[in-house]
């Protein structure tokens, strides 16, 4: 039996050099090390820089997001970010700090992992809990993507129709809701 094929999006994001090369260079090296493992890659953002959370806090970053086709699992497709973040020099040892690369699986097609409820209890956790806690399995969507225009800015450039399943919204339509000046603070590179 055949797998099927499904599409999925990955934001791709660093902020610090690696090997003296630039952030841009990395993403570009990311994407050539995705398809060398057999994803297809349909679609790329533009590179876009955004500025480092919390501010003041390291160098800006580099944004872009891929539209890909695979026959993986997203737990495989998972594993397969966290090894090439790894090739690439990331170390996870702090939530939301610098990094030489950031894959993150943010959707795949219209599904919701593990489970709604679980799904919900990521979504709803405080912003405060958010900065201590990490899930120890795959969440998707991804549950803070409808709050962070450097996720949806590149995003809109190559699904911007993909509906959030339960949310209910477009990427534009999530993309709408924010904020103007989180928005312009997502700048083409």
Known sequence: M?????????????????RGLS?????????DAIVRHGVVIRAV??????PCFPAGAGPDYVNAAALI????????????????????GRERVQRWG??????????????????????????TLSPDEQTKV????LILPHPRLQDRAFVLVPMADVAPDWRHPVLGQTVAEML??????????????
């Open 2 to 18: 055949n797998k099927t094929s499904s599409k999925a999006v990955i934001a791709l994001g660093a902020n610090l050099k690696l």
């Open 69 to 88: 086709e695979t026959d993986r699992t997203p737990t495989e497709l998972l594993n397969l970010l966290h090894q090439i973040e790894h090739q690439f």
């Open 23 to 31: 952030p841009k260079v990395t993403l570009q090296g990311a994407l």
């Open 134 to 137: 990490a899930p120890e399995q």
């Open 98 to 123: 610098m990094r030489t690369l950031d894959l993150d699986l943010v959707c795949y097609d219209e599904v919701v992992l593990p489970d709604r409820a679980e799904y919900d209890r990521w979504l």
């Open 176 to 189: 709408a809701n924010l904020s103007a000046a989180d928005i312009a603070a997502v700048k083409a590179a």
């Open 45 to 50: 953002s533009r590179f876009f820089e955004t």
